[in-house]
């Protein structure tokens, strides 16, 4: 009887498994896919303004629905803006819900195991950001015990802070908002994150604090770039040559310093060879 | 562009993964008996009391069930906060889930008191029974009875329910399946290994709440 109740629960759950494994949940669409249904489905994180948020009338705005309105343009389809948070924003291209990711997709092998990735858009740079009043100047402040460090859930410098400051806790959230939140209110100490956008969004939301940030360039600087399916080649073909040209005509550096409100720290150096 | 299933990558996270259903049962029993405590006090403040007194159990059985367990735990976590009350992330779900399912239980309970007869009380009064005999013999017996099958459901309830917990930085099941899809992006296997861990902790525990309840109270439950 009880066998027979098991087997009930559990063959759903083996055929679900079967399905995956052998049929491919989904195709991603292939450039020409793209320019036959005359839509490009982009996906942006709406909750990391400067490079996408809601405007007044509930549009999503920003330096990537820009710079992806500019690829729409140039490809001559329309363009969709789908909203995707930092954790789900993969498995959104690899179920084929969107063509490209955007939302600060930074460059690992770790990542490009499952995605495929563009030539760079923008770099990141890192640095701490923390509030004035903990004392806090450098990296090696952050490794002691006592100290609060609070990142987002599934961003690159989780496992970097392990290494670097194996003493410190680590408290993870579920969004930038609330990372900011917890600093602001005393839950944390600091964070170590991209600096990029920290000044555009810190003052606006949270103004009341004395907030600090310092640059570290030790850590290096990642390469953002667009995020496409495993194995989508025609349409990453096209887009290398698309964001080759938007480099050197200055559209990507001009809407950055529409949006960010200063040049970008490190530039992307841009060759002709990809 | 098939997605080629590669559980190799996430087999490592096992015992990590096992670590956070540990968080789970500790959270949804922690939470489970701090929401029958103040299920069984509001129950008995609507059963026993005088209806003014019983108002305030009324309002808060109103409250709790009329609004989403995430803002509950969103104004604990983030709203308590600004005003000057910083409790940790563990805490403020625990008290979240209590407060939510003290309300959810409070209804259970109360129908079981409900349940028993006026008839068995006059009985009682009859034999000459005290107020406390009567609740020891024939009260409880018969609400523990009748209330038993529905809280064992309502425990694997709270189970589900501790996956809100991720969201507020404790690393149980849910948040780890997180991290380690972070780490990998193998969503479809780290989700699956997950969901087999809640598969096993819902089946455990409904096996012993089965096997108690019919040692117990000659119940007989299905497990599955």
């Given at each position: 009887m009880i066998r027979r109740r098991l087997s009930l629960l559990l063959t759903p759950l083996v055929l679900a498994l079967l399905l995956l494994g052998t049929a491919p949940p989904a195709n991603a669409a292939s450039l020409d896919e793209i320019l036959k249904a005359g839509e490009i489905r982009v996906g942006v994180n709406p909750t990391l303004p400067p490079r996408a948020q809601y405007?007044?009338?509930n549009a999503i705005t920003g330096f990537e629905p820009e710079l992806a309105a500019a690829l729409a343009k140039k490809l001559g389809v329309k363009l969709t803006l789908v909203p995707v948070g930092s954790p789900d924003r993969v498995p959104f291209v690899a179920a084929n819900r969107i063509d490209i990711v955007m939302g600060a997709m930074s460059r690992t092998s770790d990542r490009a195991k499952v995605i495929?990735?563009?030539?760079?858009?923008?770099?990141?740079?890192?640095g701490i950001i923390t509030r004035d009043d903990t004392g806090i100047t450098k990296m090696a402040d952050l490794d002691r015990d006592g100290v609060t460090l609070v990142q987002v859930r599934g961003t690159v410098m989780i496992p970097v802070l392990q290494k670097l400051a194996p003493?410190?806790?680590?408290?993870l959230l579920d969004n930038y908002e609330d990372r900011d939140r917890a600093i602001?209110?005393?839950?944390?100490?600091?964070?170590?994150?991209?600096?990029?956008t920290a000044n555009f969004?810190?003052?606006?939301?949270?103004?009341?604090?004395?907030?600090?940030?310092?640059?570290t360039p030790e850590l290096g600087v990642t390469w953002s770039c667009l995020g496409i399916a495993k194995g989508n080649t025609t349409l990453r073909d096209y887009l290398n040559v698309a964001l080759y040209e938007l480099h050197t005509d200055g559209t990507v550096e001009a809407l950055w310093e529409k949006w960010f409100g200063r040049p970008m720290d490190t530039k992307v150096p841009v060759t002709p060879w990809f | 562009m098939a997605y080629t299933l590669q559980w190799g990558q996430v087999l490592p996270y096992f015992w990590y993964l096992l670590g956070g259903a540990l968080v789970a049962l500790e959270l949804s029993f922690l939470g489970f008996i701090g929401g029958f405590a103040i299920g069984l006090c509001n129950a008995s403040a609507l059963h026993f009391l005088p209806r003014g007194a019983g108002r305030i159990a009324r309002a808060y059985v109103v409250f709790f069930l009329n609004t989403p367990l995430l803002v509950q735990i969103f104004f604990i976590f983030f709203g308590l906060p600004e005003a000057g009350i910083l409790i940790g992330p563990f805490t403020a779900v625990l008290i979240g889930i209590a407060l939510n399912e003290g309300a959810y239980l409070t209804e259970?309970?109360?129908?079981?008191?409900?349940?028993?007869?006026?008839e068995e009380l006059d009985a009682a009064e009859t034999l000459g029974m005290s107020r406390f005999q009567t609740l020891r013999y024939v009260v409880l017996p018969q609400v523990c009875r009748a209330v038993y099958p529905a809280l064992s459901n309502q425990y694997i309830l709270v189970t589900m329910t501790t996956s809100i917990a991720s969201i507020f930085g404790i690393e149980e099941l849910t948040g780890r399946a997180y991290n380690v899809n972070a780490e990998t992006f193998r969503s479809f296997e780290v989700f699956s290994l997950a969901a087999v861990d809640y598969v096993g902790l819902t089946i455990v525990a409904s096996a012993l709440l089965a096997l108690a309840g019919r040692a117990l109270f000659r119940l007989r439950m299905r497990v599955i």
């Open positions: 405007d007044d009338q495929d990735f563009t030539v760079p858009v923008h770099s990141e740079n890192y003493k410190a806790h680590m408290l602001a209110q005393g839950r944390a100490m600091a964070s170590v994150d991209g600096i990029d969004r810190l003052n606006k939301q949270f103004g009341a604090t004395k907030w600090k940030l310092i640059a | 259970t309970l109360r129908g079981g008191f409900a349940s028993v007869r006026r």
